[in-house]
C-alpha cells in the first residue's frame, strides 16, 4: 500500500501560479504511476494530469495543457503539480492518486488516494 498527503493549495488571483505535492509513504514509490485529479462542487471528479512510474512520460487534460505541469522525484517520494497562468475555473479540490498500473488516465484506474487540498482562484 501506500499513502499519500497533498499540500500546497490555497488562494490565488487569477493568472497566478501554485505548486501542489503529493507526498508519498509505504511501499517503494518508483512503483507506482501518479495522477492529479480535482472535483470542483457539483461536478465529478476530472483527470488534470498524469506521470509514468519513471516520469518519463506525462499525460494532460486539453483544459490545463500548456499551464500545468506534473513532475516526480522518486526519491523524495514526492510528485509535484506546477500550475501556471491560474484561472478562476481551476478552483476545485485537487488529489493526488497512485496506480500500479504503467500509467492511468481514469478515475477507476487508480487504487490509492490522497485527502485532497483546496485551490481557490480569484478573478
Known amino acids: 500500500q501506500v499513502q499519500l498527503v497533498e499540500s500546497g493549495g490555497g488562494l490565488v488571483q487569477a493568472g497566478g501560479s501554485l505548486r501542489l505535492s503529493c507526498a508519498a509513504s509505504g511501499n517503494t514509490f518508483s512503483n507506482y504511476a501518479m495522477g492529479w485529479y480535482r472535483q470542483a462542487p457539483g461536478k465529478e471528479r476530472e483527470f488534470v494530469a498524469a506521470t509514468r512510474r519513471s516520469g518519463g512520460s506525462t499525460y494532460y487534460a486539453d483544459s490545463v495543457k500548456g499551464r500545468f505541469t506534473i513532475s516526480r522525484d522518486n526519491a523524495k517520494y514526492t510528485a509535484y503539480l506546477q500550475m501556471d497562468s491560474l484561472k478562476p475555473d481551476d478552483t476545485a479540490v485537487y488529489f493526488c492518486?497512485?496506480?500500479?498500473?504503467?500509467?492511468?488516465?481514469?478515475?477507476?484506474?487508480?487504487?490509492?488516494w490522497g485527502q485532497g487540498t483546496q485551490v481557490t482562484v480569484s478573478s
Open positions: 492518486a497512485a496506480t500500479r498500473r504503467l500509467v492511468a488516465t481514469t478515475t477507476y484506474d487508480y487504487d490509492y
